[in-house]
């Protein structure tokens, strides 16, 4: 039988507005300048935000064409404006130190993302630490930008997060690996009430830049259900520290229903060892309190 934490579905299927996104973008470069970080309007994410403005002009005049570039080739750089707002919201109080070096890298490489390779591909790995971290603070959580990615505090616990977005699907398995050996460290130097995830972004996996998700949540779901029960066996034998118990498969992609773009989101989590105990009865309940999921 699975376990009931693998059945734990989170997901935001939200749709995008033009208007909404850049109104809350307001200040993105005052606040950029305040950290230190340089402002390039040449960068990724002002690439993103000026794509967002052709779009919003073409909405505004009702054109299926903004600047003589179809809509639907917007639907990366759209999702990337929004990733980027969360990351703004979140954080746009927190101490500059935390942010300075890890900001600077995340604007960074190409604005395609069929343009990235392995040297370039910084950039969106470290947006995706960012952007989870964005995405629990707002829904209320206290996170910490610390090593080795993330910290996630609840009531009566914290959550110490190693972040990996691999380049493909036969990469999962040493992603996982490398994230064990850097929770192993920080862990070591950890109270009890200390636990380890491992987030494992499958953005990449799912979406090479060159197309997008046409699914439904199900569909998705249904998606990371598989690649969950193909990858499982494979970090059995991976020596995981004690109090690093769980792993998460994290999907983030545009996706169009014909009534507009949307980002679809999905979650699964699955123990990292061991079989399903009270800490991961307690992660459970923490996830679900954090995501406002019905018990």
Known sequence: MRSPIYNLIVYRNAQLKY????????????????????????DRAHGSIRKLES????????????????KSDYIFGLTEALELRDVYCAFRDHPPHHLRERLTRALSGPHLPEAETI????????MFELALGAEWALNGASVDLIEPDLGLKMAERYYLVACKRPEHDHGIR??????????????????INHFGIIAVSLGRILNRGNTYFSGDYEQLSELLNGLM????????????????????FYAQTPADWGEGLYRLSAMRIMEARGEYS???????SDLRELYGVPA
Do not use: M
């Open 229 to 248: 029960s193909l990858h499982r066996p494979n970090w059995r034998t991976t020596d995981f520290h004690p109090q690093n118990i769980a792993i998460i």
């Open 174 to 191: 040493a992603a996982v690996r490398d994230a064990a050996s850097q929770l192993r460290s920080a862990l070591a130097r950890t109270p």
């Open 278 to 284: 009270d800490i991961h009865r307690n992660l459970e």
């Open 55 to 70: 779009a919003q002009q073409a909405f505004l005049s009702g054109s299926p064409q903004a600047n003589g570039v179809s």
């Open 119 to 126: 040297k370039n591909r910084d950039g969106r790995n470290v």
């Open 19 to 42: 208007s909404d996104i850049l109104k809350d973008l307001e200040g993105f470069d005052d606040w950029l300048r305040s950290l230190g970080v340089p402002v390039r309007p040449a």
